[in-house]
């Protein structure tokens, strides 16, 4: 039986509470085909925390503890994973939701003009330079955001220990300093304590930071999400083309990897939106490096007609050789016991003897 997975968009506008997805009971589209539907979207336009996987399930109870507290918070996650938008969900929840959330991508500033950048700068510093606040100051009563914090400089560090210790600032070309009532958040995709041993991370600027940490997990270690995901970015653009996933390619999607996490899942999404031939989208209107993933897995066993047991010996082999040949972790990952894997692997071994078995006949025939 196909699955088709639409949208519904009738509804009032997302919040971000309601990250959960919703299954209509017993609806079914017109062909009689079950319907699963997609969160709202929120009124602002920015995307929800979505996911109902137990790890973001956890995620959200975190970032609600800490939001209920004033203290500095340390977000860590790979590239993609949604590291700004965990920091805006603690603003937007916490008793500072009323302050301006101001988010600065470190990386992004010339070191030269760095520290007019978060602490701001004084009339006349030099020729034609007007006085400015920081992001400090602007951020003041609500929250700012420092995005890849581990790209700063050593000098830029010192300054920033001074401004969380203090909560005060000085501009450049100054002499006083000026209070600040400014949460801060900061997030990076590095290991800080890495960058620590190696000396290019102050170890008492990582120990401010690093009080409360939250791990926002990769795409691959939540792939019950992807789906939800999927059909909440399709639906974003539901005024342009509705599409419906089918089960072939809502199965490729859970097969990838996903090295460029939510991100890469929504700019494919929006590829398939442009490119999509039918209103139902299929596995070939995914990119090349899902469908290939898929076909590695599948392909070989439908060229062979493989039973399915012998299909599910090669998927066992696959997981086990994913998990570093470590059985109890690709147990873990299958749902199975260990007898029944044990069982999948002598099976897969008989298979193996049985194709040399073939091949050494056919070599002697030729």
């Excluded at 301006?100 to 004084?122: D, K, Q, R, W, Y």
Aim: hydrophobic residues 40%; proline residues 3%; aromatic residues 6%.
């Amino acid at each position: 039986m196909r699955i088709n997975y639409t949208l519904d968009v009738t509804r009032a506008d997302y919040d971000w509470e309601e990250t959960r997805m919703e299954h209509s009971k017993g609806a079914r589209a017109a062909d009689g085909t079950p319907l699963v539907f997609a969160p709202r979207m929120r009124r602002d336009g920015a995307a929800p925390l979505i996911g109902s996987s137990a790890i973001m399930r956890c995620v959200r109870e975190r970032i609600e503890r800490v939001a209920a507290t004033d203290f500095v918070a340390l977000i860590d996650g790979e590239s993609g994973t949604g590291k700004e938008l965990v920091a805006r969900q603690i603003h937007e929840i916490s008793a500072r939701r009323r302050g301006p959330f101001v988010p600065v991508n470190c990386a992004a500033i010339v070191e030269t003009l760095l520290e007019a950048e978060l602490f701001g700068i004084e009339d006349r510093t030099a020729t034609g330079v007007r006085g400015r606040r920081g992001k400090f100051e602007c951020a003041d009563g609500g929250t700012l955001f420092l995005d890849e914090v581990a790209d700063l400089s050593l000098h830029a560090q010192a300054k920033l220990l001074r401004a969380l210790q203090d909560l005060s600032v000085e501009r450049v070309g100054g002499h006083g300093l000026h209070r600040v009532n400014t949460r801060v958040v900061a997030a990076t995709n590095k290991k800080l304590c890495s960058l620590v041993e190696a000396r290019m991370f102050r170890a008492d600027l990582f120990y401010r930071l690093a009080g409360i940490e939250i791990h926002v997990p990769p795409l691959r270690d939540r792939r019950e999400d992807i789906l939800e995901l999927a059909l909440y970015f399709l639906a974003r653009h539901d005024q342009t083309r509705r599409l419906t996933l089918s089960r072939g390619a809502a199965d490729a999607l859970l097969t990838y990897d996903w090295p460029g996490n939510v991100r890469e899942l929504e700019r494919m999404m929006e590829r398939t939106l442009a490119l999509a031939r039918n209103d139902t989208i299929e596995v070939d209107d995914l990119p090349i490096r899902v469908r290939d993933g898929f076909g590695d897995v599948l392909l070989p066993s439908v060229v062979r007609n493989d039973t399915l047991r012998a299909w599910g010996s090669r998927y066992v082999r696959l997981v086990l050789e994913r998990s570093g040949r470590n059985k109890r972790k690709a147990c873990r990952a299958l749902g199975i016991s260990y007898h029944t894997l044990q069982a999948y692997l002598r099976y897969a071994h008989r298979l193996q003897m049985a194709n040399a078995q073939e091949r050494s006949e056919y070599a002697k025939e030729s």
